[in-house]
């Protein structure tokens, strides 16, 4: 057996112990990085983001992209994109982006939403290293998604089974900022929200494109803050606490 059929031979096989896909490396090397994620989460709650001023604060967007919606279904992800900010600038040259292997295949609807192959998934790097190569690059920032509880959902999930630690960090909603402006909103589709941030959509439902979209509806509301007067996160959680 070449060193090619090997490693697919031991893809093929970790589809199929047990039902769970997500099943956690064992041994010294996971150790390690169960010690590292705990280590994350002390820096974390040392980490007080929401006193940091606007102008100053340091946060990463990120996006997935997944087979469906629902993690304790089955549904998994298949790529993260994210890109780092400093305020409203956008970080151009820290970004990150992966796909994740799959064990199964993915259906066509998926695979033409995202362009993503099951060719792509299969020769991917498996969901324990893209996890951890991915809370390497965010380290103890806070993050910020749209839409969030789905990347929430399945960032809990994936660090639950392949870790056996809790998903901790902040995540932002991008109606966070939104409010400020109509404190009725609750979430609308990215695309409607780029519309009114005159923000040009392109390659949609790629992980780390949609996650630089969702970066500068980010820097819009943010710098809109600003301009009303908000310092700082704390400013923003106590006045749309008030209008509940």
């Not at 890109?83 to 600038?89: D, L, R």
């Not at 695979?111 to 965010?138: C, D, G, H, W």
């Not at 005159?198 to 943010?222: C, P, Q």
Request: proline share 3%; net charge negative; charged share 20%.
């Amino acid at each position: 057996m070449g060193m090619n059929d090997m490693i697919q031979f031991f893809r093929q096989m970790s589809g199929k112990l047990g039902s769970n896909i997500y099943a956690g490396v064992q041994g010294q090397s996971n150790m390690q990085n169960i010690s590292f994620i705990r280590q994350l989460q002390k820096e974390m709650k040392e980490n007080n983001c929401l006193d940091t001023p606007l102008q100053e604060l340091q946060v990463v967007v990120f996006d997935l992209e997944t087979t469906g919606f629902y993690p304790e279904k089955g549904d998994r992800v298949i790529s993260i994109g994210a890109i780092k900010m400093t305020g409203q600038e956008l970080l151009k040259t820290e970004t990150f982006y992966s796909l994740v292997h799959s064990p199964q295949p993915i259906s066509e609807e998926i695979s033409t939403l995202t362009n993503i192959t099951n060719e792509e998934l299969r020769s991917a790097p498996f969901v324990s290293e893209v996890l951890m190569e991915f809370y390497k690059f965010i380290k103890n920032h806070t993050l910020v998604a749209h839409h969030s509880k789905h990347e929430q959902s399945f960032m809990q999930k994936l660090t639950w089974d392949l870790l056996k630690t809790r998903f901790e960090h902040r995540i932002i909603d991008t109606s966070f900022l939104l409010r400020l402006s109509n404190p009725m909103i609750k979430s609308i589709p990215l695309e409607e929200a780029c519309e009114q941030c005159g923000i040009e959509v392109i390659n949609r439902h790629h992980a780390l494109e949609d996650a630089k979209l969702t970066a500068h509806i980010w820097s819009h509301y943010l710098v809109q803050a600003q301009s009303m007067g908000y310092k700082n996160l704390r400013e923003v959680y106590e006045y749309l606490a008030k209008i509940r």
